[in-house]
Structures are given as structure tokens and as C-alpha cells.
């Protein structure tokens, strides 16, 4: 099987920064897509950022010019850079990756990790 693992949150102050990083592993043909995802309390889940395999990107209105996705096929890692961050970035962030699975058939099987928790202080 498959398994994505992030790391990288903590707690830090309004103005701060934090680099996540989420490591896929396991019986990994190819990787399509990868991004990260957002949850705070009482909330919805939120596509924070998107790369491709060739690494095109795309960002949500709320972090763009403050938050950097990037991505090292070779590590088959994800990486989310996170500069000037504000009180409403405080969530669970969780990565997510469409993958194909080696001798598992045709298709790209959705991924998601445990989620690492990112605390912004006012």
C-alpha cells in the first residue's frame, strides 16, 4: 500500500515561518498531483495549494504571495513554505496525492496523510 507522512507544524507567532513536508512511500509506480490541504475546527477542508508532476502550480487566494508549493520526484516529497503567516493559517494541514500503484491495475488512487497541526499566535 501506499502512505504519505507530513511533518514540520508547530506553534509560531503572527509574521513567522514554517516549512511543511509530507514523504510518500510504499508501492509507488508514478505520482500525478500532490497538494496540501487545510482544516480548521468547525470548518470545511480547503485546497490550500496544487502542484503537478511537471510543476505547474496553483495557490488559494487567501496565501498567494505568502505560501511556496514544491515538489522532488526523486524523494517523492511534498513541500509547503509557508512565509508571513497570519492567525487564520492556524488548521491541520494535510497533504494529499493521486498515485499509481505498482501491479494494483489501471487508475490514480487518491492518497491522504495523517495531518500535522500549524498554530499561529496573534
Known amino acids: 500500500q501506499v502512505q504519505l507522512v507530513e511533518s514540520g507544524g508547530g506553534l509560531v507567532q503572527a509574521g513567522e515561518s514554517l516549512r511543511l513536508s509530507c514523504v510518500a512511500s510504499g508501492r509507488i509506480y508514478s505520482i500525478n498531483v500532490m497538494e496540501w490541504y487545510r482544516q480548521a475546527p468547525g470548518k470545511q477542508r480547503e485546497l490550500v495549494a496544487s502542484?503537478?508532476?511537471?510543476?505547474?502550480?496553483s495557490y488559494v487566494d487567501s496565501v498567494k504571495g505568502r505560501f511556496t508549493i514544491s515538489r522532488d520526484n526523486a524523494k517523492k516529497t511534498v513541500y509547503l513554505q509557508m512565509n508571513s503567516l497570519k492567525p487564520e493559517d492556524t488548521a491541520v494541514y494535510y497533504c494529499?496525492?493521486?498515485?499509481?500503484?505498482?501491479?494494483?491495475?489501471?487508475?490514480?488512487?487518491?492518497?491522504w496523510g495523517q495531518g500535522t497541526q500549524v498554530t499561529v499566535s496573534s
Open positions: 494529499r496525492a493521486q498515485v499509481l500503484v505498482a501491479g494494483a491495475g489501471m487508475g490514480w488512487r487518491d492518497y
Open positions: 502542484i503537478t508532476t511537471g510543476g505547474s502550480t
